[in-house]
């Protein structure tokens, strides 16, 4: 058993995250997290409409009496999104913890603050993790640009962003991007990270509630099978390589792309789809370079256990051996 600054402030057994994601964040997979003993979220923008939001935390209350939480993502989006509402139907509906990501968090922060909700701010630079931790979150998830979906403009990998976010952060710090194994989750606690979040690894279980194919997809995939896109535009996400994201990199090579041109090749409606159908090449959707390192479809709950126990077997026998 780990007990580290996260699993002392959030009340969860086991040092580890199932962050928010697009179309995967939904009740059956973050209830089979929170059984299992780790910290999951419910994707807020997943839920057409914040009623929908609310019927969704609901469902995920009859499944589980553990903790769980909600992500709210606050990034560039093809529709308008009524960020107010859905952050009422959160408030509303009792949720205790909520997973920020992305840009200008302040109003949502304070709000939340204001109802006693405990705050994880998910950001990829220690800039914006220093900045999160001024405006009072409890906790910061930095996550290195290995990760999957949007990795920011700095390019700095977890084997220094996870280690320079601790030396300057005084809350407690979950690293993401990259960690799919035990010895992810060792390394990620050895570099000063008190738990680790993980998004790809979780989505390749028997309960994430995607297609299949898709799981099999992961799967076969390596750590090569990932591509930009985005990044002409600043606002860079990484995707698992396909006929679509080949195509929308092409494009932005030629120069000069708008997200008009390219909207009708990442809209979320498209990646939704892929889910769904299990045709990886309908749209865009979101993998990380982790993909190299899982091998399997496990449950939520073997997951769990197994990188606890093989964690701390590398700590007590592997490391502890190459002690003199
Ligand atoms: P969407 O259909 O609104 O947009 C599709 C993609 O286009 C998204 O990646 C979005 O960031 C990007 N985009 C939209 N407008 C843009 C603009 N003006 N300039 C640059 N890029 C633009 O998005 P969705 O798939 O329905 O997802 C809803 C929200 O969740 C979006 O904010 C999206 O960024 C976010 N998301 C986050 C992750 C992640 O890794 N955290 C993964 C998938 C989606």
Not at 86 to 98: D, L
Not at 264 to 275: I, N, T
Request: hydrophobic share 40%; glycine share 10%; with cysteine.
């Amino acid at each position: 058993m780990f007990k580290t600054r996260f699993t002392e402030t959030f009340g969860v057994q086991h040092p580890i995250v199932q962050g928010g994601m697009q179309w995967v964040g939904r009740a059956e997979l973050v209830a089979a997290v929170a059984n299992a003993g780790a910290l999951g979220f419910i994707t807020a923008l997943t839920q057409p409409t914040p009623d929908d939001l609310r019927r969704e935390i609901a469902r995920c209350r009859e499944m589980t009496d553990k903790p769980f939480g909600v992500n709210l993502t606050l990034l560039p989006a093809l529709k308008a999104i009524p960020y107010a509402e859905y952050r009422q139907a959160i408030i509303e509906s009792g949720v205790k913890i909520v997973e920020t990501a992305g840009n200008n968090p302040q109003e949502h922060i304070d709000d939340f603050k204001a109802h006693g909700i405990k705050i994880i701010h998910k950001c990829v630079a220690v800039r914006h993790a220093l900045k999160a931790e001024k405006l009072g979150v409890d906790a910061v998830s930095i996550d290195g640009f290995e990760c999957a979906g949007h990795p920011g403009e700095d390019d700095v990998p977890g084997l220094i962003l996870i280690p320079a976010a601790a030396d300057k952060l005084n809350i407690p710090m979950i690293a993401s991007g990259g960690i799919g194994d035990a010895r992810g989750m060792v390394a990620a606690l050895a570099l000063g990270a008190d738990g680790v979040n993980m998004g790809t690894r979780f989505m390749c279980t028997k309960e994430s509630p995607i297609h299949q194919n898709i799981k099999e997809q992961i799967v076969a995939n390596t750590e090569r099978d990932t591509d930009l896109i985005f990044r002409t535009l600043r606002n860079t996400s990484r995707v698992a390589r396909n006929a679509v994201s080949q195509e929308v990199v092409s494009i932005e090579q030629r120069g000069n792309a708008t997200i008009e041109d390219l909207a009708p090749l990442v809209s979320g409606q498209r990646g939704k789809v892929v889910y769904e159908k299990g045709d990886s090449d309908y749209g865009v959707w979101s993998a990380g370079q982790v993909q190299g390192l899982i091998n399997d479809i496990p449950s939520v709950r073997e997951l769990v256990d197994r990188m606890v126990t093989e964690a701390e077997s590398i700590i007590r026998k592997r490391l502890n051996g190459m002690l003199d």
